[in-house]
């Protein structure tokens, strides 16, 4: 079975800086996606960003990108020119490529706070 | 717009008291899944549906049921709650193809007493 492990209950930067969030997975299937969801106040799941475990070249999108280290198992999610609106909970979440389930298997959670 | 909507958003109920959790989604999507959210433990899937009438268990099933009878709706039952099924409740649903994001509801916060 998949398990997804976020290592960082709580973390806070300051507005303007860089924050990097800690993701690793164990998994045997050779293709999968991985994903990083944000949960704001608000209890939304919202995706942030999404990775094909066959593309090499690591995902971007506008401020967020990720490190991606498939030998590794490892994930991380890194947020540059930290906002205010980016306080939220952040889950990171394994899909098989295939199997029929569509199950995302979450980690627990980090708590991002971004401070004035 | 394309949603997944989610009803009620909160309920607080009685042990024991059949409620049913109700979503529907308007993208005409195949696959339907339910997650329950806690503290501490991230989300884990309930109950999941492919297509219409055919459901399957996640990794939490107990004292939940599920019926997917129409592609857009996907009830979520529980037919005895008890107050260990207290948690915040997320639909989602998808095309069923691996590599569309799964889109979910707003949650349903529930309370058993």
């Known amino acids: 079975a998949q398990t997804v492990t976020q290592s960082q209950p709580e973390m806070s930067v300051q507005e303007a800086e860089t924050v990097t969030l800690s993701c690793t997975y164990d998994t045997s299937e050779s293709n999968y996606y991985l994903f990083w969801y944000k949960q704001p106040p608000s209890r939304q799941m919202i995706l942030v960003i999404r990775q094909e475990a066959y593309k090499q070249q690591n995902a971007t999108e506008n401020r967020f990108s990720v490190n991606f280290q498939k030998a590794a198992k490892s994930f991380s999610l890194k947020i540059s020119d930290s906002q205010l609106g980016d306080t939220a909970m952040y889950f990171c979440a394994f899909m098989k490529h295939k199997g029929g389930s569509e199950k995302l298997v979450f980690g627990k959670g980090t708590k991002l706070t971004v401070n004035p | 717009e394309a949603q997944v909507t989610q009803n009620p958003r909160y309920l607080i109920t009685v042990t024991g008291k059949k409620l049913t959790v109700t979503c529907s989604q308007n993208?005409?999507?195949?696959?339907m899944s339910w997650y329950r959210q806690d503290p501490g433990l991230g989300l884990r899937q309930i109950y999941y549906?492919?297509?219409?009438?055919?459901?399957d268990k996640g990794d939490v099933p107990e004292g939940y049921k599920v019926s997917r009878k129409e592609k857009r709706n996907f009830p979520l039952i529980l037919e005895s709650p008890s107050p260990n099924q207290t948690s915040l409740y997320f639909c989602?649903?998808?095309?069923?193809?691996?590599?569309?994001?799964?889109?979910f509801g707003d949650g349903t916060r529930l309370s058993i007493l």
């Open positions: 989602a649903s998808s095309p069923g193809l691996s590599n569309q994001p799964q889109h």
């Open positions: 993208m005409n999507h195949e696959y």
């Open positions: 549906s492919m297509n219409v009438e055919v459901t």
